[in-house]
């Protein structure tokens, strides 16, 4: 039954709305992450009062 | 007036140019024409194709050759330290701007003409509604030569400019180029009141640029 | 990249030693919330639609993307409008940092869009007046964010950027203007993509939608905002820097 409910998610337009969704998701995910990486590596080299985020 | 005087100025200088140096003459004029065979060799000829799609064509081929007109215009500039001696003269930057995009107008007019007859004899097309042709010719020539030259600047002595240029300047154009095609499909067609439309549209474009370039090319001679 | 080499800052009591602050780590839970919410919503309790089946649900997310690509741009707008009249970099930056979301943004709008045109036009893609638009805006963000890569003095890139930017605004109004009339012309608009009656929990998606995707991009901007901040400072140091060891050479020498 749990076959039968995985068949008929996968036909039709389910598979479009997944990739849709996981790509605008993940890829804001993708993006905060590389951010916030470049940011810690770069607040490593900057003396800490010019960063100050008030 | 100062400005308009200088205007004229740099015009007449970079025509004069043109005029001796004669690259637009003996590398641009000939690109023109061979791209207009390139089309030709890319679609059929016989099938009527090249009439119906004269249009398109004819503004592609105008987008492309004057794309290096302009590439022109602000090499010779760069060349020689030039620019700076342009910034030392004390002439005004909107006269600057309108002096480059006159002289890019009339070496654009040029390449038109030529073009355009080019069309008629290669692809056999009939040449009908001339008033609405030449508005669309005027108006499409205004709107490429204000852009145009003001995104000329922008890449202007930059080591990535032959490539920046492009990037910049033919998604802006992408109006002209629509608008452009569909006022010469209507003025051949014997539809010109579909063309006014976008003779308006282009004319709207031509003005925000004139306007952006008169105001954007002071600070953007200050120091580049 | 010198990644291995801590710099001299490394854990500094004093500022933050990343782009986060308190404001931002509340701002993150609340969008993971809302996200939450929108996944909730979106793909499991609002119904399908009538004509267009579960393909409704890419609207969800679809829409607000489009929305905060124009959004984006309009502020690479504002901010190079201000950088030029008053030269602030807190200004340059606030343009540079949404151009480069709004890009983001436009490729988001553009992916959903095909993968939403599949199942209902059957093809990837139609000159629809609204997705050519998108298409056209990707392409004017591109060449704003070309001309910030350029190696070149900070305020010959800024200022260059600046006027690029400045015209993003009326660039945006002219094309779709164009597109428009351009598909019009011989047909009227394929379909419109937004159903016509948008009710109940289907509205309630798309508006959590607005909400969840309108705090990420905000988070974004912001964290994005702050690297290019640091990244300009990095270069100013390098610069000073550069400048002393070519002093200490000379003295040397």
């Known amino acids: 039954m749990i076959a039968a409910v995985i068949v008929a998610a996968a036909t039709g337009t389910w598979p479009y709305v997944a990739a849709a969704w996981a790509v605008v998701l993940g890829g804001m995910g993708i993006y905060a992450l590389v951010t916030v990486v470049r940011g810690r590596r770069l607040s490593k080299r900057v003396p800490p009062e010019k960063r100050r985020w008030s | 007036m100062a400005m308009l005087h200088d205007a004229w100025l740099i015009a007449r200088k970079d025509l004069k140019l043109e005029i001796r140096s004669r690259v637009a003459l003996n590398q641009v004029v000939p690109f023109a024409l061979l791209v207009l065979v390139l089309f030709a060799f890319a679609l059929d000829p016989d099938r009527g194709l090249l009439e119906k799609a004269t249009p398109g064509l004819y503004w592609i081929a105008v987008l492309f050759s004057g794309l290096l007109a302009m590439q022109r215009s602000f090499a010779v500039e760069a060349a020689d330290g030039v620019t700076d001696a342009l910034r030392l003269s004390g002439l005004a930057p909107a006269g600057i701007y309108l002096g480059k995009t006159l002289s890019v107008a009339v070496q654009l007019l040029v390449l038109e003409v030529l073009l355009g007859v080019g069309v008629a004899v290669l692809y056999g097309t009939s040449i009908t509604g001339w008033l609405l042709l030449l508005a669309t010719i005027v108006v499409a020539t205004a709107a490429i030569s204000t852009a145009g030259t003001l995104f000329g600047v922008v890449a202007a002595g930059l080591r990535v400019r032959e490539t920046l240029l492009p990037l910049l300047l033919l998604p802006v154009l992408a109006p002209v180029l629509i608008g452009s095609t569909r006022a010469f499909e209507a003025a051949l067609s014997g539809t010109p009141s579909e063309g006014w439309p976008w003779v308006g549209l282009m004319s709207v474009f031509a003005a925000v640029y004139v306007v952006a370039g008169i105001f954007g090319f002071g600070p953007l001679m200050e120091e580049s | ?253």
Request: charged share 15%; aromatic share 12%; proline share 3%.
């Open chain 3, 1 to 253: 990249m010198t990644t291995e080499t801590a710099g001299p800052f490394e854990a500094s009591e004093r500022g933050p030693t990343s782009t986060g602050s308190r404001t931002t780590m509340i701002l993150g839970i609340v969008t993971l919330l809302a996200l939450g919410v929108l996944v909730l919503f979106g793909l499991i309790l609002s119904p399908a639609d009538e004509n267009q089946g579960d393909a409704v649900r890419i609207m969800y997310v679809h829409v607000p993307s489009a929305t905060l690509s124009y959004v984006g741009c309009f502020m690479t707008a504002i901010g190079s409008a201000v950088y030029l009249w008053r030269k602030s970099q807190w200004w340059d930056l606030v343009a540079y940092a949404s151009a480069e979301v709004a890009a983001l943004f436009t490729a988001f709008t553009l992916v959903t869009g095909m993968l939403w045109g599949r199942p209902t036009w059957g093809v990837f893609w139609v000159w629809d007046a609204r997705l050519t638009s998108e298409a056209m805006l990707m392409l004017l963000l591109l060449g704003y964010l070309a001309v910030r890569g350029l190696a070149a003095d900070y305020q010959v890139r800024a200022k260059r950027a600046a006027i690029v930017g400045l015209l993003l605004v009326p660039n945006v109004f002219i094309v779709r203007q164009s597109v428009q009339w351009w598909r019009t012309l011989h047909q009227k608009p394929t379909l419109t993509l937004a159903g016509a009656h948008i009710q109940g929990l289907m509205l309630f998606s798309l508006f959590t939608g607005f909400v969840a995707i309108t705090l990420a991009f905000v988070w974004m901007v912001i964290h994005r905002f702050r690297v290019a901040w640091l990244e300009e400072q990095v270069d100013a140091e390098g610069l000073d820097v550069a400048i002393a060891e070519r002093r200490a050479e000379g003295v040397a020498s």
